[in-house]
């Protein structure tokens, strides 16, 4: 257990060891949970927001036969099919 000071700014320095454990790097934030007995730090691990449009043709599916349209599909004969297959 590790003993920490606090600065006249009110700022406390975690020691190397336990950002490394932690996976901490500069900017991460720390929650602070007041309990009866004292203070509790938490890290906050915030997921990274990612652009989508950027990933974009990434993955290319197959190309398998004759391309089909939408017109091409009869809903009736889905729904048929469907119910042949259950038991």
């Not at 006249?8 to 929650?31: D, N, T």
């Not at 290319?60 to 809903?75: E, I, M, N, S, W």
């Not at 889905?78 to 119910?83: D, E, F, H, P």
């Amino acid at each position: 257990m590790s003993t920490l000071l606090v600065s006249s700014k009110g700022q406390i320095v975690l020691p190397a060891e336990l950002r490394r454990r932690l996976g901490m790097g500069a900017g991460a934030r720390l929650e602070v949970i007041e309990e009866s007995d004292g203070l509790k730090l938490r890290v906050i691990r915030s997921v990274p927001e990612v652009d989508l449009s950027a990933m974009a043709g990434i993955v290319k599916a197959p190309v398998r036969g004759v391309p089909r349209r939408l017109d091409d599909f009869d809903p009736a004969s889905l729904v048929t099919s469907s119910r042949r297959a259950r038991p």
